[in-house]
């Protein structure tokens, strides 16, 4: 055995979520953080081996997971452990910004106004169409580790600016690409009607039986999203695609309530998506039947604020025992922001969300929503050794907007922040 061990020692405290994890992220209270004091977390290859109080721990067990003599030992002196973050919703690659629109939007024009009008998303996807797979990369590298440096260890990368096939693979491999934290790719050709297409129904042909396929076929993405909304897909539209995009095998999740109660999450619901993202107007029976499922409901409060609306009925969800996550939505358009702190301050002051609550929607909830909560999401023995090192004390989190206390990240044991 020849395994790379690195061994934690002098943790203040270590969040390891691990109750988070056995409740399977539903009813989170404080004591779900499961915090162990003065602890000692060890890898091997990347997972970890041995996690619990240094007073338990015994240096002999390091010889039963590799070549102990080549250990790495790192002191922690002190300070905070938590899982990394998990931002399970966003629209990473793009290129040209709508600050214009902004603009627009606080003269009094809707989103649906000026997607109407062909601004919107068709507005980001013509530069989007006009980048370089080099000038995409670059772009969305420089905001992978903007994500990395507040902690983030695995991200969702969605497409869904190209709406042809090569922009969208362009696109998706862009997301393969990006080094840093683990990645998980999301296909959204369905996030808007083509320009390439006059009639939606076209367009939906067309990625039903062309673009879908090559999708899953080529493993370009591992789930595929769709925008279910008034003006953009409707249900029968949806059904067909997220009929087609199971049968293929790959994972489903679907933005669904966000502008109106569309019946969008009912929809998806008889898909088993993974997620169901928005939710601001998901009613009482449709909570109810969330909750039953192994589906995540993915909240995105900053892009409620950017679009000055109501926030999803957190609170409810949350009692009704639906597992919540909670992610920044990054996109030019109704969330252009990548500020974790932000989104948690949301989350607790709009949404009325515990900061227990908070904690466990952007690690275990949000890990779940990617259906990589076996790996990822909480500290505990066989997941991977993904986490953050704080500059302060965990109650300091999503706490002051555009600050955020962490000080180290590691990926499989190793750092992967940059910090200036
Ligand atoms: O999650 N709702 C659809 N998609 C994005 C917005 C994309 C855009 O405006 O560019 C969202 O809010
Ligand atoms: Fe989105």
Not at 60 to 75: E, T
Not at 141 to 147: A, D, E, L, S, V
Not at 184 to 193: E, I, N, P, Q, S
Not at 203 to 224: C, F, S
Request: glycine share 8%; hydrophobic share 40%.
């Amino acid at each position: 055995m020849h395994k790379r061990i690195f061994v934690f020692e002098n943790i203040g405290e270590i969040l390891t979520l691990n109750g988070a994890q056995l409740k399977g992220g539903r009813r989170i209270n404080e004591a779900d953080l499961s915090i162990i004091n003065n602890g000692v977390m060890a890898c091997a290859d990347g997972r970890i081996v041995w996690i619990g109080s240094q007073d338990k721990f015994n240096l002999k067990d390091l010889q039963s997971w590799g070549d102990h003599k080549k250990a790495q030992f790192i002191d922690l002196k002190g300070k905070s452990v938590l899982p990394g973050f998990v931002e399970c919703h966003t629209h990473l690659v793009f290129a040209g910004n709508r600050s214009h629109e902004f603009e627009w939007r606080m003269q009094g024009q809707t989103y649906q106004e000026i997607a109407a009008k062909g601004g919107g998303i068709l507005s980001t996807v013509k530069d989007t169409r006009k980048a370089s797979f080099s000038d995409l990369l670059n772009l969305a590298q420089k905001r992978t580790q903007r994500f990395v440096d507040q902690g983030v260890t695995c991200l969702e990368v969605k497409s869904g600016y190209g709406l042809d096939l090569n922009t969208e693979i362009k696109c998706l491999q862009v997301a393969g690409a990006l080094s840093g934290p683990r990645i998980v790719r999301t296909y959204l050709g369905a996030h808007a009607r083509s320009p390439d297409y006059p009639d939606l129904k076209e367009y939906n042909r067309v990625m039903l039986n062309e673009i879908l396929p090559q999708i899953a076929a080529e493993k370009y993405a591992e789930r595929v999203d769709i925008y279910i909304e008034k003006g953009f897909f409707d249900l029968e539209l949806a059904r067909e695609y997220l009929q087609k995009a199971s049968q293929l095998g790959l994972h489903i999740v679907a933005h669904s309530d966000q502008l109106s109660d569309f019946g969008g999450t009912d929809l998806a619901l008889e898909f088993s998506p993974q997620s169901v993202d928005h939710a601001v107007y998901v009613n009482d029976r449709t909570i109810q039947r969330l909750s039953q499922s192994g589906t995540v409901g993915v909240l995105l409060p900053a892009s409620d604020f950017y679009l000055k609306m109501r926030y999803p009925p957190a609170r409810a969800m949350i009692e009704a025992g639906v597992c919540v996550a909670i992610s920044t939505d990054f996109n030019p358009g109704t969330s252009p922001t990548q500020d974790l702190s932000f989104v948690g301050l949301l989350a607790r002051m709009e949404m009325k969300m515990t900061l227990a609550e908070v904690i466990c929607a952007y690690t275990f909830g949000a890990a779940k929503a990617l259906g990589k909560s076996q790996d990822c999401g909480s500290l505990d023995v066989g997941k991977y050794c993904d986490f953050s090192v704080l500059n302060g004390s965990w109650q300091e989190l999503f706490y002051s907007v555009g600050h955020h206390p962490v000080e180290a990240v590691y990926r499989s044991g190793e750092r992967i922040d940059v910090k200036e």
